[in-house]
């Protein structure tokens, strides 16, 4: 392992984002020679996603905001020939604004002791039982142990039987998961000494486990693996860039990906779904008969508009929004259509382009399922690492918390020659691809950023419940005052493994005018209430609550030219971080463009060989198969057998 | 009718330190190979063997590392959906060995909760310059609950055993979860997994 990076290569790639990772496996599967290094720890740049306690590590790096402890790092001054000049990269990401964390969960063992109390009051005979009087405040909580003997859904258990579980004083059982989940790191001995702060978490377990839902601090904190929580958030268009790459270059093997179950509007104050496809329509409980028959007959008349000039002819350059109005649909359905399907803009976007976004988003609709979008597994993160998989399978090298320190450019040729790590090594190569945040600020000077405003939430249940509690739910909320940015809400549930059970994460966007809290803290107010102001009572009715929230500002460099950037040499490619728009197309867009640019006559991540399709024969059995089984040494199918066809669902 | 050709499906990952010979394992196992020298085949990114146990079609979809691990530098994504993952470390290296625990918290940040790991000590044709102790690695795998074997992947001793051993492992636990898990089949309205993007008739 104290091996040492080669220091020969075709083509050097810094950053490890989507558009990074693309270009990095479409150059190693075209056969170059590829060193694909990232100086953080992790994969994916400001395109990762973190579990719960990894997150709150991020934060605490760009909250502590001084001066990140300077390695030592090997003077590069030096190395540097007379016939040489180099361009010194940034130390320090500054991609990151304005972050804000706010818990609502229950922290401390005052708010415990209040929740006790709480649940007194309304929970059934489970509880009242034992929990007779109320003890002095620090001695309760250990008291209170109660163990589930599968320690992985508590709440719902509780709900189910009460003799499911124990409480009983000083007695407790702990399953063997639990102890193996902890592993040695976090593992909370629920010991019989009173005092130690250490048992809080048990507690907290003990009160969720009685009164639903209720998560706390430390069980998310303890729970944290079960979190992917996406720094940017977007989704996959079934029929988009994304999705067709994935597929043609064999990567979508390393992911798995779930269907956007939910369109949801948000209209007076009122969440609702979105009837998109034919089905919905006719079973939308919501619409009328009149509406539906208005709707089903615009919807196929946007499925081929291009046919029917005369229906919007005279409103080609006139507001989508004005069009609508001419067409018999109702505000609601109005409403569905500008904000929710075509996604647009009500005070910009014109007929033709609303037709051309609705007819996109119903021709997406039947690929995989019922709604025209994809979400990966486990979180956005997951698909910069996959090309960054595709790129080693052929070849490709990688290092992650690998700091290059400057770019070495020659001064003749002006073509940038090589780089300097960090222990002084030079690293040769013929392209150099770094990511914006690592260009020093000399060479961004002239560069105008744009700013993407993010919220991050977790919350106790979703924006619109339903018969299943597992949706993957989109919201666009449009903007208050005309002009400003429309927010995008996805909201996740513990299905798609960016959450822990009985939590929900939702993911808000925008375009910043603001800091993130200011732009988006209206629409968290109006689709959320802080879990300290739930009403109990009001079970029915009430909003889903605020556990945990986080606002901050990433920078986009999405629509920065090339040449803004000062003094780059032009065998230094710059690829930007993430776009705030809801796919990936940008990142696809640039990879491909780039890799046509730097070797024009290659194909762009053609399919590798299918790793099925190796067929070793039924000869070579060993001798040495143990009694009980039989080798058949790999019979595989044919190369036409392997390829499942399945038909897409239909909407 | 598309129905395929076995009855059992599983992922087996192998992970450990650059050198070890996972490589080495997986193409004795699957080609029945000892490639000299290294022994990356460049593009291959997983292999398949089928094999058969009690009658029953179990087909084996091995991954290697892909290289990552030679900086320190495998993606989370790797480990996902692993059914099961071979801790591989070389018996005539301390070093190897050592590294264990740092792998062991990868597992755990990473991989699914119901993998099953097996502990590999590989290189046994080379006794004499063994370093560490089959009772050390006994010891430690008791330690963490792994199942523990030795390997030789030039020699081709256990490396059937290890596979198979597994597969049977994996047939049974298979067989209890569906028993105990028949509440996890997707409920009404929610999304699908789509595995292979490849299935639609797209392309
Ligand atoms: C909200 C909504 C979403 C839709 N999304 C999709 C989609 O994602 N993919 C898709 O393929 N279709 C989509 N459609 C079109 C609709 O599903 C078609 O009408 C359907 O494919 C025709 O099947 P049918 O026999 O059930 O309908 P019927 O109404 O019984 O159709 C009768 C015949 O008319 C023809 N026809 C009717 N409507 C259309 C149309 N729009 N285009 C072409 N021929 C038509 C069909 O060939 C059909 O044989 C959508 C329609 C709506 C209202
Ligand atoms: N003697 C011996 N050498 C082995 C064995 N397995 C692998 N090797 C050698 O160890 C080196 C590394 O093997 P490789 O499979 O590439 O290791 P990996 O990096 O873990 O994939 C190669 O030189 C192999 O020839 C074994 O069982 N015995
Ligand atoms: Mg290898």
Redesign the interface.
């Known amino acids: 392992m104290a091996d040492n990076l080669p220091t020969e290569f075709d083509v050097v790639i810094i950053g490890t984002g989507l558009p990074e990772s693309i270009l990095a496996a479409a150059c190693s599967r075209s056969g170059h020679r590829v060193l694909h290094v990232d100086s953080r720890s992790y994969y994916g740049g400001n395109w990762a996603s973190f579990s719960f306690s990894g997150l709150l590590s991020w934060l605490k790096e760009y909250q502590q905001n001084g001066d990140t402890e300077e390695e030592t790092a090997a003077a590069w001054q030096d190395l540097i020939h007379e016939t040489e000049e180099a361009i010194a990269l940034c130390k320090k990401d500054e991609t990151i604004q304005h972050t804000e964390v706010f818990c609502y969960a229950s922290q401390n063992s005052g708010d415990s002791v209040h929740e006790i109390g709480a649940l007194q009051k309304n929970a059934s005979s489970v509880a009242s039982s034992t929990f007779t009087e109320p003890l002095p405040s620090a001695e309760l909580p250990e008291e209170r142990h109660s163990y589930v003997t599968n320690n992985e859904m508590p709440a719902k258990h509780a709900s189910e039987s009460d003799s499911k579980i124990s409480v009983e004083e000083g007695d407790v059982e702990e399953s063997p998961e639990k102890e193996k989940y902890c592993g040695d790191k976090t593992c909370i001995h629920p010991g019989s000494d009173g005092d130690k702060v250490e048992n809080k978490p048990i507690v907290d377990d003990d009160n969720n486990q009685l009164k639903r839902n209720v998560i706390t601090y430390h069980q998310m904190v303890q729970e944290s693996r079960r979190f992917n929580i996406d720094l940017v958030s977007k989704l996959l268009y079934s029929q988009g860039s994304l999705i067709d790459l994935l597929i043609k270059s064999n990567v979508s093997h390393y992911a798995e990906f779930k269907n956007v179950t939910r369109i949801l509007a948000f209209r007076e104050g009122k969440v609702e779904q979105v009837p998109c496809s034919r089905a919905d329509v006719f079973n939308s409980k919501e619409l009328t008969m009149v509406e539906k028959r208005v709707l089903m007959k615009f919807l196929t008349f946007c499925l081929d508009y291009e046919q029917h000039p005369g229906e919007y002819q005279d409103f080609q350059q006139c507001l989508f929004s004005e069009f609508l109005k001419t067409k018999k649909l109702t505000p609601n359905l109005q409403h569905f259509i500008l904000h929710s399907i075509a996604m647009t803009s009500e005070s910009s976007c014109t007929t033709l382009d609303g037709l051309k976004a609705t007819k996109n988003f119903l021709q997406c609709l039947g690929r995989f399922g019922n709604t025209p979008f994809l979400f990966p597994l486990y979180g956005q993160g997951e698909i910069p690492q996959c090309f960054c998989r595709m790129c080693a399978v052929f070849g490709g090298i990688y290092c992650l918390r690998h700091t290059i320190q400057c770019l070495v450019v020659d001064k003749e040729s002006r073509r940038c020659k090589a780089v300097i790590d960090r222990f002084g090594q030079r690293i040769n190569a013929d392209y150099f691809i770094v990511e914006d945040s690592y260009l020093n600020k000399e060479t961004c000077s002239d560069v105008q950023y744009k700013q993407i405003s993010r919220a991050v939430l977790i919350t106790d249940q979703s924006i619109l419940k339903a018969d299943s509690d597992q949706q993957i739910s989109i919201l666009i909320v449009p903007p208050v005052e005309p002009g400003a940015s429309s927010v995008r809400v996805i909201e996740l549930c513990s299905s798609t493994m960016t959450c822990m059970k009985d939590t929900y994460l939702v993911h808000l966007t925008c375009e910043s005018s603001k800091t993130a809290r200011e732009d988006l803290e209206s629409v968290v107010k109006k689709l959320f209430t802080p879990l300290t102001e739930t009403e109990v009572d009001k079970e029915e009715l009430r909003k889903p609550s605020l556990l945990w929230a986080l606002y901050f500002n990433m920078r986009d460099s999405s629509g920065v030219s090339r040449s803004s950037y000062c003094g780059l040499p032009c065998n230094v490619y710059v690829c930007s971080g993430p776009d705030s728009g809801l796919g990936s197309e940008h990142a696809v867009k640039l990879a491909e463009t780039m890799f046509q640019e730097i070797f024009p006559s290659e194909e762009f991540c053609p399919p590798p060989p299918n790793p099925e399709d190796i067929i070793f024969d039924g000869d070579d059995k060993q001798a040495d198969a143990p009694g009980t089984h039989t080798t058949t040494v790999a019979n595989l199918e044919s190369p036409e057998e392997s390829k499942k066809l399945e038909s897409p669902l239909q909407s | 009718m598309?129905m395929?050709?076995y009855d059992f499906l599983f992922k087996i990952v192998l992970i450990g330190?650059?050198g070890v010979g996972k490589t080495c394992l997986v193409r004795r196992f699957?080609?029945?190979l000892f490639p000299p020298g290294q022994g990356?085949t460049?593009?291959?990114?997983?292999?398949?063997?089928?094999?058969?146990?009690?009658g029953e079609?179990v087909k084996l979809q091995i991954w290697d590392t892909?290289?990552?691990e030679?900086?320190?530098?495998i993606?989370?994504?790797?480990y996902?959906?692993a059914n099961a993952l071979i801790l591989t470390y070389d018996i005539t290296c301390e070093?190897s060995f050592r590294?264990l625990p740092e792998w062991l918290r990868e597992i755990?940040?990473?991989a699914s909760?119901k993998v099953i790991t097996v502990l590999v000590g590989n290189k046994i044709d080379l006794a004499e310059r063994r370093e560490v102790s089959q009772q050390r690695a006994e010891e430690f795998s008791e330690a963490q609950?792994m199942y523990y074997l030795e390997t030789s992947a030039k020699e081709?001793d256990n490396v059937?055993?290890l596979f198979?051993d597994l597969a049977?492992r994996l047939i049974s636990e298979a067989r209890q979860n569906t028993l105990v898990n028949n509440v996890s089949s997707p409920?009404?309205?929610?999304?699908?997994?789509?595995?292979?993007?490849?299935?639609?008739?797209?392309?």
């Open positions: 598309s395929e050709d330190n650059a699957t080609q029945g990356a460049i593009g291959v990114d997983f292999m398949i063997k089928t094999v058969e146990i009690n079609k892909a290289g990552q030679r900086f320190r530098s993606t989370q994504s790797y996902r959906s070093e590294c755990e940040q990473y909760n609950d081709s059937e055993k198979l049977c409920l009404p309205g929610e999304g699908k997994s789509i595995s292979y993007l490849t299935c639609c008739n797209f392309n």
